[in-house]
């Protein structure tokens, strides 16, 4: 039988122009992220099954590719549920590994730690363009910080990091998990159908206002309670300061600590930020995980059609693995959205000069080593020198060569 050349379904091979971007990219956000203080740390490719199934992750918990027991340990003859078979997974995400990293390695940190992480994930969800199986994640975290100074820092270091790869006019959209939870309280719904409610909100973007009262009222809830929650967006969008407009209409449903906090962050992200991007106060955003706890954010980007990236404030994680709740807050960059916009962009990177040594066949061994010694000099000096054999279509090797960013050639031929 033969062998499959094509990768896994939902899986890519990266070709050289790409994987030049991706390193390109990497590079820029590991320099500004720790210029901002972040520290490079990894974290395995798979987490424990009971982990990863602990009703945190939202909908990604039914995407996990699942890994069967080993040897001894996988008895299929005896099976009687998935837990005889399953003991470990794929990660679906950055943010639970690093919650039982610190969790595991807290007396060898720093407090606060500011986390920096760059890897693999894998979810088993259906292939569409820019979405794959196997994708890279780029989160920065920052743990043991109380403060709203977290959410500051984040904000800031990843903005100048999207400014610094030549996006602009993108828009930071922000929000607050207990503003969300007090504007549902206010209009009269349960605390225990707000998961459904917020589902419900998250379509607000693609189903209007309107939509949003429709599915509702199927889902079962009281006109009173849809008609007094359509309210409060319609006050938001009319007032001024729709901040101000809740912090005025909610009251008692939501503690004014709360809303300071949430203020003085946009405050002084307002006062530190520059003009390629917007900080704009949403609050139909909802993040899909279930583990945040506070402030969350997400990156819009209205000229290309989509958001790259969000995160926020997720203080109960962690305390899941000790017992004792750390704060914590994080934002992750849409990595494989980025590196997508700039390839649909043209984009190329900004490389030294890059020279390639074509040996003609059959040059003899002991200028070889000559050429070999010259070379390795180049490189020593910072430069970047390709030796490769002449091919007999030697136009159209230089044609290659120069897509890949070779401007200098140097021909060696057998005399």
Same mark, same amino acid.
């Given at each position: 039988?033969?062998?499959?050349?094509?990768?896994?379904?939902?899986?890519?091979?990266?070709?050289?122009?790409?994987?030049?971007?991706?390193?390109?990219?990497?590079?820029?956000?590991?320099?500004?992220? @720790?210029?901002?203080?972040?520290?490079?740390?990894?974290?395995?490719?798979?987490?424990?099954?009971?982990?990863?199934?602990?009703?945190?992750?939202?909908?990604?918990?039914?995407?996990?590719?699942k890994v069967l027991k080993r040897g001894e340990k996988l008895d299929l003859a005896n099976a009687k549920s998935e837990?005889?078979?399953?003991d470990s997974g794929m990660r679906y995400d950055l943010t639970l590994p690093l919650s039982r990293f610190y969790a595991?390695?807290?007396?060898?940190?720093?407090?606060?730690?500011?986390?920096?992480?760059?890897?693999?994930?894998?979810?088993?969800?259906?292939?569409?363009?820019?979405?794959?199986?196997?994708?890279?994640?780029?989160?920065?975290?920052?743990?043991?910080?109380?403060?709203?100074?977290?959410?500051?820092?984040?904000?800031?270091?990843?903005?100048?990091?999207?400014?610094?790869? &030549?996006?602009?006019?993108?828009?930071?959209?922000?929000?607050? @998990?207990?503003?969300?939870?007090?504007?549902?309280?206010?209009?009269? $719904?349960?605390?225990? =159908?707000?998961?459904?409610?917020?589902?419900?909100?998250?379509?607000?973007?693609?189903?209007?206002?309107?939509?949003?009262?429709?599915?509702?009222? *199927?889902?079962?809830?009281?006109?009173?309670?849809?008609?007094?929650?359509?309210?409060? $967006?319609?006050?938001?969008?009319?007032?001024?300061? &729709?901040?101000?407009?809740?912090?005025?209409?909610?009251?008692?449903?939501?503690?004014?600590?709360?809303?300071?906090n949430f203020k003085d962050i946009i405050t002084a992200v307002e006062a530190t930020k520059g003009d390629f991007f *917007?900080?704009?106060?949403?609050?139909?955003?909802?993040?899909?995980?279930?583990?945040?706890?506070?402030?969350?954010?997400?990156?819009?980007?209205?000229?290309?059609?989509?958001?790259?990236?969000?995160?926020?404030?997720?203080?109960?994680?962690?305390?899941?693995?000790?017992?004792? =709740?750390?704060?914590?807050?994080?934002?992750?960059?849409?990595?494989?959205?980025?590196?997508?916009?700039?390839?649909?962009? &043209?984009?190329?990177?900004?490389?030294?000069?890059?020279?390639?040594?074509?040996?003609?066949?059959?040059?003899?061994?002991?200028?070889?080593?000559?050429?070999?010694?010259?070379?390795?000099?180049?490189?020593?000096?910072?430069?970047?020198?390709?030796?490769?054999?002449?091919?007999?279509?030697?136009?159209?090797? *230089?044609?290659?060569?120069?897509?890949?960013?070779?401007?200098? $050639?140097?021909?060696?031929?057998?005399?």
């Open positions: 039988m033969a062998l499959v050349k094509k990768p896994v379904t939902g899986m890519k091979d990266i070709l050289p122009e790409e994987m030049q971007i991706r390193d390109y990219v990497v590079n820029i956000i590991k320099e500004t992220y @720790r210029s901002f203080g972040f520290t490079p740390i990894d974290t395995p490719c798979m987490e424990h099954i009971e982990n990863l199934c602990s009703n945190q992750g939202g909908e990604n918990e039914k995407l996990i590719f837990s005889d078979l399953v595991n390695n807290a007396n060898n940190l720093p407090s606060p730690f500011k986390a920096l992480q760059i890897g693999s994930v894998w979810r088993a969800d259906r292939p569409q363009r820019g979405r794959f199986r196997q994708f890279t994640q780029c989160d920065i975290d920052i743990l043991g910080e109380p403060s709203n100074l977290a959410e500051i820092e984040l904000i800031q270091a990843t903005t100048t990091t999207l400014g610094k790869l &030549g996006f602009k006019n993108f828009e930071i959209r922000i929000n607050e @998990r207990r503003i969300l939870k007090a504007m549902a309280a206010y209009s009269g $719904f349960e605390e225990k =159908d707000f998961d459904i409610v917020f589902i419900i909100l998250d379509k607000m973007d693609k189903i209007g206002l309107d939509g949003v009262a429709e599915e509702l009222e *199927k889902s079962g809830f009281a006109k009173e309670s849809i008609e007094k929650y359509q309210s409060l $967006f319609a006050g938001v969008e009319k007032a001024e300061d &729709g901040v101000q407009y809740l912090a005025d209409t909610l009251g008692e449903y939501l503690d004014a600590d709360v809303m300071t *917007k900080l704009v106060f949403d609050p139909t955003l909802v993040r899909g995980m279930s583990y945040y706890t506070g402030t969350i954010f997400e990156i819009a980007m209205p000229e290309f059609g989509g958001s790259c990236g969000g995160g926020g404030r997720y203080d109960k994680m962690i305390g899941k693995f000790t017992g004792q =709740d750390v704060p914590a807050c994080g934002f992750s960059i849409g990595f494989e959205r980025i590196i997508m916009l700039l390839l649909e962009s &043209g984009f190329k990177v900004p490389s030294q000069e890059k020279t390639a040594y074509l040996i003609e066949k059959g040059y003899p061994n002991d200028k070889l080593c000559e050429v070999m010694k010259q070379a390795a000099d180049e490189r020593a000096a910072g430069k970047q020198i390709l030796v490769t054999r002449m091919n007999k279509n030697k136009k159209f090797q *230089k044609e290659k060569l120069t897509a890949e960013g070779y401007t200098d $050639f140097v021909e060696f031929f057998n005399k």
